[in-house]
C-alpha cells in the first residue's frame, strides 16, 4: 500500500467539483493515534561531553503477507480495543506518517482488526519503561 491508497486527491480538473481526498480515503491531515514507545540512545556531544539522545520509536509489525505493517487508530478506544490499555502511542497525520512509513517499505493500516490475543504492552512494562527513562 503506497500512500497515494491513504492521501490521494481528486483532481483539480473539475471546478465544480471541490478539491479534497476521495471517497472513503481519509484526509492527508487526519489525525491518528500510532503505536510507539520513547527510547534513547547514550552518546557525546562535540565537546566529549556524556548525553542522552531521546527519541520516539513507532512500533512495527508483522503482517501474515509477510510485509511489515504500521498500525493508525482514529480513536483512543480502537488503539486499546485492538492492543490493550497499556500500549503506549504517539498522535500524528495520516499524510506525513504514510509517507515516512512507505519510503521505509512499510505499509500503514488503518483501524485495523486484529485477533485476541496477549498484548504486546502490559502495565509492568510500562512501569520498567518509565524506570529506563530515569
Known amino acids: 500500500m503506497d500512500r497515494t491508497d491513504h492521501v490521494e486527491h481528486l483532481a483539480p480538473t473539475d471546478p465544480a467539483r471541490p478539491l479534497g481526498p476521495k471517497p472513503g480515503v481519509p484526509a492527508?491531515?487526519?489525525?491518528v493515534l500510532v503505536p510507539a514507545h520513547p527510547r534513547h540512545v547514550d552518546t557525546t556531544d562535540p565537546?566529549?561531553?556524556?548525553?542522552?539522545?531521546?527519541?520516539?520509536?513507532?512500533?512495527?509489525f508483522a503482517h501474515p503477507s509477510d510485509t511489515t505493517v504500521a498500525f493508525a487508530f482514529t480513536t483512543p478506544h480502537r488503539l486499546m480495543a485492538a492492543l490493550g490499555e497499556a500500549q503506549p502511542w504517539v498522535a500524528t497525520s495520516l499524510g506525513p506518517l504514510a509517507e515516512g512509513m512507505a519510503a521505509q517499505g512499510v505499509t500503514v493500516l488503518l483501524d485495523p482488526r486484529i485477533a485476541p490475543g496477549r498484548p504486546n504492552w502490559r502495565p509492568a512494562d510500562?512501569?520498567?519503561?518509565?524506570?529506563?527513562a530515569r
Open 28 to 31: 492527508y491531515g487526519t489525525p
Open 47 to 60: 565537546d566529549g561531553t556524556p548525553t542522552r539522545v531521546p527519541f520516539i520509536a513507532y512500533e512495527l
Open 126 to 132: 510500562l512501569a520498567a519503561l518509565a524506570r529506563q
